[in-house]
């Protein structure tokens, strides 16, 4: 009966790690540190894993990346699949991972450069990392032109959009949901005297966009 019993819990602690191998596998940090190099090449794959042994450990939240710079884990959320990590003084790169319908993982990384002004950029990926076209159109600033106001003025409306024909976005995945929010930065490109004439045109909103199907449609 002994002999029964720790091979019952034996089974059981076996059953136990293997499920909890599985779910590891599945997360967040798993595909973070495994991903290929090329795609985060500031960091390598040592580097990587021993900035989240760090703050799993609670010892800390940053490393010295490949140039010799502090990187730090912003945050890091295992149940919702996201990552930031500020990777260089001027830079964070971020990652979701997401489920569809029929259980397939995607990977969503955004890239965030600020010389001065911040602008990102945006990629899919399967779990073999391969990149797939889940299309997403990067909006422009004059997309945040509020249309309502600016034809009701007389300024001269080609000279709004020619000021605005330089895009500063940034990007993030939102907390909850397959959803990614657009900020626009672009006002900051321009002088004060024709920012703070424009600005009277420009929406303060951001856009949030939604996984449907395979493409990003604007809420």
């Known amino acids: 009966m002994k002999l029964q019993l720790i091979r019952n819990k034996c089974l059981l602690i076996t059953l136990l790690w293997v499920c909890l191998e599985g779910l590891y596998a599945q997360s967040i940090g798993k595909y973070y540190v495994e991903m290929p190099d090329v795609l ?8 990587r894993m021993e900035l989240l042994e760090y703050n799993k450990a609670g010892s800390g939240d940053s490393i010295v ?8 884990l912003l945050s890091i959320d295992t149940i ?4 930031i990590v500020k990777n260089t003084p001027t830079s964070t790169f971020e990652m979701q991972v997401m489920q569809m319908n029929d259980s397939t993982n995607y990977i969503g990384l955004i890239r965030t450069v600020c010389g001065p002004i911040c602008h990102s950029s945006i990629e899919f990926y399967d779990t073999a990392w391969s990149q797939i076209p889940l299309q997403f159109t990067m909006p422009k600033a004059v997309d945040w032109i509020n249309a309502d106001s600016i034809a009701a003025s007389d300024i001269d409306k080609k000279w709004v959009r020619g000021e605005l024909e330089t895009s500063f976005v940034t990007l993030n995945f939102a907390q909850r949901g397959m959803k990614v929010v657009a900020k626009n930065n672009s006002m900051e490109f321009l002088n004060e005297v024709d920012r703070k ?8 909103t951001v856009f949030t966009y939604k996984l449907l199907e395979k493409s990003w449609v604007r809420e």
């Open 197 to 204: 004439e424009i600005s009277a045109f420009i929406n303060n």
């Open 65 to 72: 990346n490949r140039f010799g710079n502090m990187a730090y």
């Open 40 to 47: 985060n090449p500031t960091l390598s794959k040592q580097n």
């Open 80 to 83: 919702g699949n996201h990552l």
